[in-house]
Each structure stands twice: as C-alpha cells, then as structure tokens.
C-alpha cells in the first residue's frame, strides 16, 4: 500500500511550500478590490480571491502529485473518500469575512489523508505568520517549536472559542440551554471567525476547546492532525467521532475539557 512507502515529513514539506507560494499571492491580494458573494448564509462569505488561491493551490498540487485527490471549499474538487487515494482537504483563505473586514485572523488550511486517517496538517496565519505543522506520530510544532501534549484543565478555568450566534438563532432550544450552561461554567469564551485557527489554537494551548454546530472537511482536515499530536479530542457533540466525509457538528478539546462540554449537552 502507498501508506508504507509514502514519506510523510517529505510531502509534508512540499505542502509548506505550496501555502508559501498561496500565502505570498494573498498578500498581494489584499491590495487589490475584492468581488464578493455569499453562499447559504449571508454571513459565508467567498471572494474572487479565494477562488484564485484554491486554483493557484490545486495547479500545483496537481503538477506535483497527479495521482493524488484534491478536496476544496470551493468549487471544481473532488470528492472526499475514505481509501487509498491520497487526498489533500484544502481551505485557500478560512476565514473569509476576517479577510474581507479584518484583514487578520485568517488562514490556509491543509490536511492530507489516507483511508479516512490524517497524516499531514498545515495551518497557517498569513498576518501573524504562525506556521501551526504536524505528521502523524512526528508531533506538532508551531514555527519550528515541538507542541506539548496537552494537560487537564479545571473547567472553570477553561477558555473556549464559541460563535455567540449558536445561543441565540443557530440552534435548537435544547442545545441552546447546554450553551448558555457552558458559557456561564468557563472562565472565558472567545470567537476569532477562523475554525482552523481557533482548532490549532486548542492544540498550541491559547483555547481548551472549540466548538462548531457546522464544519466541513476543509474546515477541520489540517487542525484535526494537529490536535490528535497533542493529545486533544476531535468529536461531534454527541462524542462520536468526527470523519472527513461529513459535515457535522464538532468539538475539539482537551479531554477533560471535552468530557465536560459534551455532559453539559446531554
């Protein structure tokens, strides 16, 4: 099987300098006017750019790596299946309204798998320029510097990345009753409009949970690497386990975090 001759740190590698050549053209970018359009919600963004950036990204890929699957937030990829392709889960610009409104606290994104299993994640913030990187079994590093696993953390000192829109429209009365329970528990909520970001940032220790009602492969792929490396749970929040052919719901934390977020739900 390809799994036992692929080197992981090598493609792993290659995929850094593919976000490298993304995250220099978004820079460029950012001077340039923006065309901008919704999708489902009028608060999900997609810009022309992000749309040159996943073009720019899977040229590349594709040069390099025929053989190989491409999954993309936007448009013209393939589909996600969980077998012996290799495939790469990729997000050009996550968080686009940051990017639009903020021009801060946005990402590329990069998972590669095989079989359903993460091997490689990549995230990147193109602004503070904080490469977030981990292989299977090699670790988790932020800029160069080997992640820690994870510790408990008491969950009243936890501090958790949280949408506000969850407690009030997006949810059903149930779970809205758990969220507000969570949120008065914890010793801060924060939300930073970045899912891949706000995961790594569970797995670099600055968040000891975040929580989605609806995330889709690209939105969790790379982060999901990088937070097995740490030690961290990736679920839905029933506690069941999160796959990259869905899009679900998710929850990804410290254990003991997680275990307490998901009791407060039942």
Known sequence: METQQMNWS???DEAV????????RIVDVERESLHIDTKEDADDLVTDKDIEIQRLMTDQIRKFYPTHRIVGEE??????????????????????TNFVHQ??????????????????????????????T???GLGAYMNGKRLPKRAS?????AILG??????????????????????????????????ALESAYVAAGRLDGYMSLRLSP??????KVLLEETGCECVKVDGSPISIEDQSTYLAAVPNVSQEFLSRLQ
């Open 218 to 223: 690209w939105d969790f792929a790379a982060a």
């Open 10 to 12: 090598a493609l792993k």
């Open 17 to 24: 300098s593919f976000v490298k050549t993304a995250a220099t």
């Open 103 to 132: 021009s801060m606290n946005y990402c590329v994104s990069v998972g590669i798998y095989q079989r359903g299993i993460g091997y490689v994640g990549i995230v990147y913030d193109v602004k503070s320029e904080e490469w977030f």
């Open 75 to 96: 448009g013209d990829h393939d589909d996600v299946h969980n077998d012996d392709t290799i495939t790469w889960i990729i997000d050009p610009i996550d968080g686009t």
């Open 153 to 157: 953390v008491p969950f009243e000192q």
């Open 162 to 195: 949280f949408n506000a829109r969850w407690l009030v429209g997006k949810a059903d009365e149930s779970l809205k009753q758990g969220f507000q329970t969570i949120v008065r528990d914890v010793r801060a909520v924060r939300s930073y409009g970045s899912a």
């Open 134 to 136: 981990a292989v299977r």
